[in-house]
């Protein structure tokens, strides 16, 4: 309980200028040392990128002494989360952000189901996917010798789509698809407890695999060499597009990937995995069966042949660089707009 009001706090204005990332000290220096190096450099441009909220701090205090800096603001969450609710008094954490956002040139977001929330903020969002590594995509696949679906990352929060993985490795065991000698959940992060506490409650714990907390070089191995690479996301009402930076991990990694969402349709997710033939979407209030038969089609390929062939659209992943990701911040709309 302690826990989750010191994370509620954290995130809320005006507790989260001590307790956010960075804090007062760094918000304070920040700001300073960026005035100096802006007005002895001539520097024009200005980016942050949410998390943590100090950024966003400091972009409005340097904008508010350096107003002729084109400020460019990115979002890949959003900062009042309406699944998590992770503030104390949301509305008026949205009058705190718009108050600065609204001095923003402009924001940027990962996906239109963002941009369509972070309009109240500014009218001038531009939705800019995540860019990919160029060096992700050169990498040697060692295979796991066991069928292996892998996550990456934290797991906290997301009850309803652990216990919907849970039901479908369940329901392929009771059909005797899988066995421990030939399947596995590979699990890398903070949350190995939280996992194996879901697992346990259907009896299939003996499955996991965890590797702990690990580095990001062992845990972008763990993608390529895994057969299925698994995401978890959520929706509500008007509200969808959640894409981690995850997503775009997994698509240089160029396995099969397994999203599962809590909530109502998200069309931006599916569009992106039919668009790459990346892999599949499915929701946890109504697609036990489909899920389980497309992750058995996968394994009985596996089974077969020994690997899975990857129909992934590798031309149109390279195309999602950084490279030309950041080339579409810089457009004539945002020079117009000074």
């Not at 949205?94 to 108050?99: A, E, M, N, T, V």
Request: glycine share 4%; with cysteine; hydrophobic share 45%.
């Amino acid at each position: 309980l302690l826990a989750k009001i010191f994370l509620k706090l954290k995130s809320s204005f005006p507790f989260s200028i001590v307790l956010s990332e960075g804090s007062l000290f760094y918000i304070f220096l920040s700001t300073l040392k960026s005035i100096q190096l802006i007005r002895r450099n001539k520097i024009g441009y200005l980016f942050s990128s949410f998390y943590p909220l100090a950024d966003i701090y400091v972009g409005f205090l340097i904008k508010l002494f350096c107003p002729k800096i084109i400020w460019v603001c990115d979002f890949r969450d959003l900062p009042i989360d309406p699944y998590f609710q992770n503030t104390y008094l949301p509305n008026f954490q949205d009058c705190i952000l718009k108050f600065m956002l609204q001095r923003a040139t402009k924001i940027t977001a990962v996906s239109d189901g963002l941009k369509n929330h972070l309009l109240k903020y500014n009218p001038n969002v531009q939705v800019i996917r995540n860019g990919i590594d160029a060096a992700l995509f050169n990498f040697e696949r060692q295979p796991f010798e066991k069928f292996t679906i892998a996550y990456t990352g934290s797991i906290y929060g997301y009850d309803a789509t652990l216990r919907f993985l849970s039901k479908i490795i369940l329901t392929l065991k009771e059909r005797k698809i899988i066995s421990e000698e030939n399947f596995q959940i590979v699990y890398a992060g903070k949350d190995a407890s939280t996992l194996e506490a879901f697992l346990k409650e259907n009896n299939i714990a003996a499955f996991l695999n965890s590797y702990g907390q690990v580095r990001r070089a062992q845990a972008l191995e763990i993608q390529r060499n895994a057969h299925v690479n698994l995401i978890f996301s959520y929706t509500l009402p008007n509200f969808s597009g959640i894409l981690t930076g995850k997503l775009f991990e997994y698509l240089a990694a160029q396995n099969p990937i397994l999203v599962l969402i809590d909530g109502v349709k998200d069309i931006e997710f599916e569009r992106i995995l039919t668009e790459l033939q990346a892999g599949k979407v499915f929701y946890t209030d109504a697609d036990l069966e489909l899920a389980t038969q497309w992750l058995q089609k996968l394994f009985t390929e596996w089974k077969t042949y020994g690997f899975i062939d990857s129909k992934i659209n590798l031309k149109k992943i390279k195309a999602m660089q950084w490279r030309d990701a950041a080339a579409k911040i810089f457009t004539d709309d945002l020079i117009s707009t000074q």
